[in-house]
């Protein structure tokens, strides 16, 4: 957040200009900020491209554009602003998208709450100003690593204490993943750097299985420890809970509770029972999971969203979609985070595996083993990079109906 002789500059958008008058009279009677009210979207994306922001509230509903485009296009001149949605009830399935695609902080329905609205106006600035300083010290921490790096005893010391630590996560996987009810389970894990922040797992018990795919925001040592929390928290849970909507739910208000401000994870949870192929999956926040018809030599994806987990607890908008599917023999159940798809082919900044590539693959393998799928996919990804450095931490799981 700025310092107190720099207030910190929000930007009002509202083309109803009753609301814009009431949202300009709130912030300038109880704050100190620099207001910015355009009742046009199209004008204050062009004030973003000449001065800094800090925080934009903006309507959904405009006759210019939708509020989600507006968003997109500021977070595209200054992504590390703060962006806010105004909506109605009837918006919120839009909103929930909105969430997912723009890192949006939060949203607020009409007729808003002045105290709710300044809160989380505030909380919103001081996330913000958190993001500078660990953006500072992260600079800071880069400098030194750069200056001690010729230091050979320092950074052998660094190299076997990434490796432990390598070894201590990697022992958070399953083994192994044993059949069960005629389903064959194969997993994959590569962190981008030593250590990472995914996650996979699997819980049988009471003629039922449940598996979770994980990815915790951020790298390194951070993101490793909250995979452990991760694990500890679905191993709990799922032995208190019958259902995977209610599982789901109960991880979100852990993680809620014990996550540091701005963090978040984000999980596919596929709940197995007695029936034969039948999986109950629930979303929050990774990729739509993948089913390879072997009969069809088809590939359908599961159109499941939701959002990331332990950013709103209890009574916040959390959502997450929930469907059945089933399974025939030969079909596999791909579930994946988002690192393999966000890898770029070797000379492109735009061109990732998941825009056309990966899904090309994955047509190519139906009728084929969840365990040569993998093999498969992963080699495709590393010729489509080049060789080149993996962006983000990958897993995942292949289901098998033997």
Request: with cysteine; net charge negative.
């Amino acid at each position: 957040m700025p310092s107190s002789e720099e207030p910190a500059t929000i930007m009002l958008v509202d083309d109803e200009e009753i609301a814009l008058a009431s949202l300009r009279g709130l912030f300038t009677l109880e704050t100190d900020y620099d207001v910015l009210a355009f009742s046009n979207p199209v004008e204050a994306i062009e004030e973003a491209r000449r001065r800094p922001i800090d925080l934009v509230i903006c309507d959904y509903l405009m006759p210019q554009m939708t509020g989600i485009e507006a968003l997109k296009a500021m977070r595209e001149i200054q992504p590390e602003m703060v962006r806010v949605l105004l909506t109605g009830f009837a918006d919120k399935e839009n909103t929930i998208r909105a969430i997912n695609e723009l890192d949006l902080f939060q949203y607020l329905e009409k007729p808003w709450d002045n105290q709710q609205l300044l809160l989380i106006v505030e909380r919103g600035l001081q996330q913000r100003s958190l993001r500078r300083q660990l953006l500072e010290k992260v600079k800071e921490l880069d400098r030194l690593v750069a200056e001690h790096r010729d230091l050979k005893e320092r950074h052998s010391a660094l190299e076997r204490e990434l490796e432990m630590a390598a070894r201590v996560q990697r022992s958070l996987l399953p083994e192994s993943m044993p059949d069960f009810n005629g389903l064959r389970f194969t997993g994959y894990y590569q962190p981008c750097h030593e250590i990472g922040g995914d996650y996979y797992g699997i819980c049988t018990r009471d003629g039922r299985a449940t598996l979770l795919v994980a990815d915790v925001s951020g790298h390194g040592v951070q993101a490793a420890l909250t995979s452990m929390l991760m694990k500890a928290i679905f191993e709990e849970v799922e032995q208190n809970t019958e259902t995977a909507p209610d599982l789901v739910e109960r991880m979100n208000e852990a993680l809620h509770r014990f996550l540091p401000g701005g963090m978040y994870a984000c999980g596919t949870v596929a709940r197995i029972d007695a029936a034969p192929g039948r999986i109950r999956l629930v979303n929050a926040g990774l990729p739509h999971p993948f089913v390879l018809r072997a009969q069809e030599r088809r590939l359908d994806q599961v159109p499941i969203a939701g959002m990331p987990l332990g950013i709103f607890g209890p009574g916040g908008p959390a959502s997450f979609d929930s469907t059945e599917i089933h399974l025939q023999p030969g079909d596999v159940l791909l579930l994946t985070s988002d690192g393999i798809g966000d890898i770029q082919r070797a000379g492109s900044d735009d061109d990732f595996f998941q825009d056309r590539r990966m899904k090309e693959v994955l047509e190519e393998l139906a009728g084929h083993s969840g365990e040569e799928v993998i093999e498969t996919l992963v080699r495709d990804a590393r010729e489509f990079a080049g060789g080149g450095p993996v962006p983000d931490d990958i897993s995942m799981v292949a289901v098998t109906r033997l």
